[in-house]
């Protein structure tokens, strides 16, 4: 969900023009600040980030409409003890860049997406460590070290 947050970010920064004169703009705020709430939501303290619901291998196994699910929806989080620079790192990148789509329309939120924002990458960098939440399936080969950079 970072990434997305942040590519629809920059184009909402990069094409602010061509999207307002469609009557798109607003609508793509709307789907930037739902994604940005969401991780809002699941930065909890400053030291925790909530990253995944489910388990990857039985959510995998399991060929039905995630509203019939019956297996457990356990929540993976990162931690002091538990670190997933990558998640921080992109999480920060997704609130920062949302910050910069606000910044003109809605400064108080604005400063809120850059507080956090800073919260997650200052989270990331303090206790670095490659995520394993979702492996095996969605495992980083390039390590963490890439998104601190970015």
């Known amino acids: 969900m970072a ?68 297996t457990p929806r356990t929540v993976t989080e990162i931690n002091i003890n538990s670190p997933g620079t990558e ?14 789509v606000f910044k003109g329309v809605d400064s108080n939120y604005s400063s809120k997406l850059l507080k956090h924002s800073k919260s997650l990458f200052k989270f990331g960098d303090k206790y670095q460590g490659s995520y394993q939440g979702s492996c095996p399936f969605y495992c980083s080969y390039s390590g963490y070290h890439v998104q601190l950079l970015s």
């Open 3 to 70: 990434f997305t947050i942040s590519l629809l970010s920059w184009a909402a920064i990069e094409y602010s023009e061509q999207l307002n004169s469609v009557s798109q703009l607003g609508y793509l705020r709307s789907e930037i600040r739902w994604g940005s709430d969401f991780i809002l939501k699941a930065h909890v303290l400053s030291t925790k980030l909530y990253t995944q619901v489910g388990d990857g291998n039985k959510d995998h196994a399991c060929w039905e409409r995630p509203e019939d699910m019956d």
């Open 87 to 100: 998640v921080a790192a992109e999480s920060a990148a997704a609130l920062a860049a949302a910050s910069i």
